[in-house]
């Protein structure tokens, strides 16, 4: 009875959907998050009669053949990037990426890490670093005397003082763009690494090599739709309802195998 097994696949499948499905929704509020899509292929075939196979001695053969398929797997689960909305918050600190690309941070264990989530903060030495406390690369400094700093489109860091009336550069950031930053590997925290998928980062200046330019002062919104998401989970509650439904009919039917006398 193959319908159990290949039921089974399809419970499967639909409740990693659910689960995709729901780690959107949570993330709702998440600063610069891309929506995850849960992707399927068919399950290898079982070849009852190959197409083509000669089906008589005038060397007929069969046009179609008979296939049975047996059932589904997750083939992905990528990443839908997409631009989120902008919010403005006013804060000196506050960088919205206006486009593609990624804010490099340095992790504890030296390896880079990339981010769109530009909430970043001030540690007690003055330095630029993200919630989590991951310095941005390149690193800034912002003096303890500076009144306020300004970020422009093309990610220079001036600061401006109460003795002086011109600003001082202190820096400039970069963004970094990947051929396939869907291959990015997601490590929690608004944060991924490279992979041999994603290829390696190219550093840029914002608004040169495709990339996007920064905008002081805003937050990049999550990019989850929630009328969507809430159509897929009904679409995958009734896949779930349905696949089940198979198997109590599977049963049923070796059930009556069983009785007959």
Do not use: C, W
Not at 74 to 97: K, N
Not at 212 to 221: S, V
Request: hydrophobic share 40%.
């Amino acid at each position: 009875m193959r319908a159990l097994t290949i039921a089974a696949t399809g419970m499967a499948a639909q409740q990693m959907r659910v689960e995709t499905i729901s780690n959107n929704l949570a993330n709702m509020s998440t600063t610069g998050y891309n929506a995850r899509r849960a992707e399927f292929a068919d399950l290898h075939y079982q070849q009852m009669a190959r197409p083509g196979t000669i089906n008589a001695a005038d060397g007929t053969v069969l046009p179609t053949g008979v296939q049975l398929g047996l059932g589904v797997r997750p083939s992905a689960v990528s990443m839908h990037l997409a631009q989120g909305s902008l919010s403005a918050t006013g804060g000196d600190l506050d960088l919205a990426i206006d486009g593609a690309g990624f804010l490099e941070v340095t992790l504890p264990s030296g390896q880079a890490g990339f981010t769109r989530d530009g909430g970043l903060k001030r540690s007690g030495d003055g330095l630029i670093v993200t919630s989590d406390g991951y310095p941005v690369a390149p690193e800034v400094t912002i003096p303890q005397d500076a009144r306020s700093i300004a970020i422009n489109a093309d990610g220079e860091v001036y600061a401006y003082f109460d003795d002086a009336a011109e600003a001082q550069l202190l820096g400039q950031f970069n963004l970094v763009g990947f051929t396939n930053p869907k291959g990015l590997e997601a490590r929690g925290s608004n944060l991924f690494t490279e992979t041999e998928a994603s290829g390696p980062p190219v550093v840029s200046t914002p608004g040169q090599d495709g990339l996007g330019t920064l905008r002081q002062g805003y937050l990049e919104d999550s990019s989850v739709d929630p009328v969507r998401e809430i159509t897929e989970l009904i679409e995958a509650q009734r896949g779930y309802e349905m696949n089940a439904k198979i198997i109590s009919a599977a049963d049923q039917m070796l059930g009556a195998t069983t009785q007959v006398r």
